[in-house]
């Protein structure tokens, strides 16, 4: 399995720890033999990889049609991808988080939209599964409980999503 923006490793440890073969990516990767330090854009390809996570890391990626044409080169198997859409946000959900609008604008401008994440995924990757849903109490400490009952209840808009495909 190959882990696209992988961070600090916990998912990657603990999946080589369960038995997988694992090889994680990222720029800041820790020391170690599944660790890859370096881009997504730089992996030599090392696949096919039976699934492939991208947590909360596409929207970074410069050219993301590249990255998405290198991942499915790359699977023989699943894509799972958890993500948000920046660009989703709006006045009512901003201002329950207590967010400035045009600063959330401003520090998210250089990423990856919603629509350009799941439409990309879209025209590379059959969809097996797609949902919206958390991301506040997720990245900005907020009661994840709260949040899933005030998206259900349509007082705030969900920012994450969750989509999980395979090759076209």
């Keep these: ?13 603990a999946l080589d720890a369960a038995g997988y073969e694992v090889v994680a990516v990222d ?6 033999p ?16 039976d699934a492939i996570v991208a947590a ?8 993301l049609d590249a990255v998405l044409d290198k991942l499915r080169a790359l699977l023989d198997g699943v894509l799972i991808v958890d993500e ?3 660009d989703l946000l709006d006045e009512r959900t901003a201002s329950r988080y207590d967010l400035d609008m ?11 939209t919603f629509e350009a994440l799941h439409k990309g995924l879209g025209a590379r990757f059959t969809e097996r599964s797609f949902a919206r849903g958390l991301y506040f109490s997720r990245h900005l400490e907020a009661d994840k409980d709260e949040e899933r009952q005030l998206i259900d209840a349509g007082e705030i808009v969900p920012l994450g999503f969750r989509f999980v495909g395979s090759p076209r």
């Design 56 to 63: 909360f890391s596409l929207h970074h990626v410069e050219d």
């Design 27 to 32: 720029p800041d990767a820790p020391e170690g």
């Design 1 to 13: 399995m190959l882990e696209v923006g992988c961070g600090s490793g916990e998912l990657a440890r």
């Design 84 to 86: 948000f859409g920046w």
């Design 34 to 49: 599944i660790f890859r330090r370096t881009t997504i854009e730089e992996l030599d390809d090392l696949g096919p990889f």
């Design 102 to 112: 045009d600063e959330w604008r401003v520090e998210h401008a250089d990423l990856h």
